[in-house]
């Protein structure tokens, strides 16, 4: 098993649960106002965060708070790269101003998943992380090419997996209009994360056993169970001695 592993949460969404989550995170993906959020949540977020010494990075996504970004919205690429630039300027500005750095970026809903598919789209996205800063690190869904991408154009990458979500045959996450997308119990979540880390493998929703690279696990906060799953993965993760840390 590693040694090591990042565990990160989707942050200042509007979503109750963030000054607990933020307790057992190591790394926050603060929504910068175009799927949730505002200037006042992003604020919020980031002292949280500090508070908790947990690593802050941006998360952008659609410019669609109806549909809170889990929308396809048919945009170019240079559009993609204009809406992701405008994003982490936004989050940096206000890190700026509480003397923090950002860490990462991650992009959100619909935007994270046409990039783990869509090459250009991925380009875009990595061209604009890169362009915005050079030492940001993309996080992506892991095998994607959201990684490869910003690989090819030497940004570095976390591979990401996921503790609350379920997988398909191909490495991707089943879509959330799918009844089995989301895990619901802590058994399943702890035995995911655990066969991720040490095994480097998932299994789908198929019983296929896929191939993973594992660098940090996320959360989403919008979950009920994103509370117990938390602490579940911290108790678990400490049983097999890996520190929670950020990449």
Known sequence: MHNTIDLNCDMGEGMMQDAELMQHISSANIACGYHAGDEDTMKKTIELAIENKVAIGAHPGFPDKEYFGRRIMPISTIEIYDIVTSQIE?????????????????????????????????????????????????????????????????????????????????????????????????????????????????????????????????LHSDGKNAVAFAKKIVEALKQQQIEITVP
């Open 90 to 218: 936004s989050i940096k500005k206000i890190a700026d101003c509480f003397k923090i750095k950002l860490h990462h970026v991650k992009p959100h809903g619909a935007l994270y998943n046409l990039g783990a598919k869509d090459r250009s789209i991925a380009h875009a996205i990595a061209r604009a992380v890169k362009d915005a800063d050079p030492t940001l690190i993309l996080y992506g869904l892991s095998g994607s090419f959201l990684v490869s991408e910003a690989q090819t154009i030497g940004l570095m990458t976390a591979s990401e997996v996921f503790a609350d979500r379920t997988y398909q045959d191909d490495g991707t996450l089943t879509p959330r209009a799918d009844a089995n997308a989301l895990i619901d119990t802590e058994e399943k979540c702890i035995s995911q994360v655990l066969q991720m880390i040490g095994e480097h493998t998932v299994t789908s929703v198929h019983n296929v056993c896929m191939p993973i690279v594992a660098q940090t696990i996320c």
